[in-house]
T-cell receptor, first 111, second 114 residues
Framework: DQQVKQNSPSLSVQEGRISILNCDYT??????FLWYKKYPAEGPTFLIS?????DKNEDGRFTVFLNKSAKHLSLHIVPSQPGDSAVYFC??????????FGGGTRLMVKP | DAGVIQSPRHEVTEMGQEVTLRCKPI?????LFWYRQTMMRGLELLIY????????DSGMPEDRFSAKMPNASFSTLKIQPSEPRDSAVYFC????????????FGQGTRLTVV
């Protein structure tokens, strides 16, 4: 049973526009949510996180929104740049610092 | 710091052979994780250690898989005997205590079992 799901395997966006990546989870015990970015042949790199007690966290062009009642989080990238093209994973922290990852969404930003 | 270092980057082996993957975490990090990435299942947590002690190995698929962390600067993931379905990219990650889940990943080992 997948506790963290990213239902869109891919997303294509024009440069300068907003990219919105979505993630759903089922376990209400998760207390932290994170987004990772992965380029080919590299390991995932941490991008941004949000505590379960907040509903928004912003860092430059990246904003993560959390809707606890819907068990849904999203990552907004604005404006999108070609260098943002990568696979984005959402992750949720459970007991003992364990992260459960979603399946990833491949973002393509077209110039 | 050079980050999390994994070796080898690529491994091709024949079915039935033993495979050992290695990881050097970032110095000072108390947590070490082993993940496997496949097309079908995405990123799965196999096992993690806290202060060199295995805490949760429920993600280890079978008894053919084993992991050790003899000291704070080294961990191994061993598959014996290896099977074609073990082919995947294996990532090691480490994180400091207190930082909620922000793990730093190595570049991964791409394992191909033929």
């Amino acid at each position: 049973d997948q506790q963290v799901k990213q239902n869109s395997p891919s997303l294509s966006v024009q440069e300068g526009r907003i990219s919105i990546l979505n993630c759903d989870y089922t376990n209400s015990m998760f207390d932290y949510f994170l987004w990772y970015k992965k380029y080919p042949a590299e390991g995932p790199t941490f991008l941004i996180s949000i505590s379960s007690i907040k509903d928004k966290n912003e860092d430059g062009r990246f904003t993560v929104f959390l809707n606890k009642s819907a068990k849904h989080l999203s990552l907004h990238i604005v404006p999108s740049q070609p260098g943002d093209s990568a696979v984005y994973f959402c992750a949720a922290r459970g007991a003992g610092n364990m992260l459960t990852f979603g399946g990833g969404t491949r973002l393509m930003v077209k110039p | 710091d050079a980050g999390v270092i994994q070796s080898p980057r690529h491994e091709v082996t024949e079915m039935g052979q033993e495979v050992t993957l290695r990881c050097k975490p970032i110095s000072g990090h108390d947590y070490l994780f082993w993940y496997r990435q496949t097309m079908m299942r995405g990123l799965e947590l196999l096992i993690y250690f806290n202060n060199n002690v295995p805490i949760d190995d429920s993600g280890m698929p079978e008894d053919r898989f084993s992991a050790k962390m003899p000291n704070a600067s080294f961990s191994t993931l061993k598959i014996q005997p290896s099977e074609p379905r073990d082919s995947a990219v294996y990532f090691c990650a480490s994180s400091p205590d207190g930082q909620p889940g922000a793990a730093f990943f190595g570049q991964g080992t791409r394992l191909t079992v033929v």
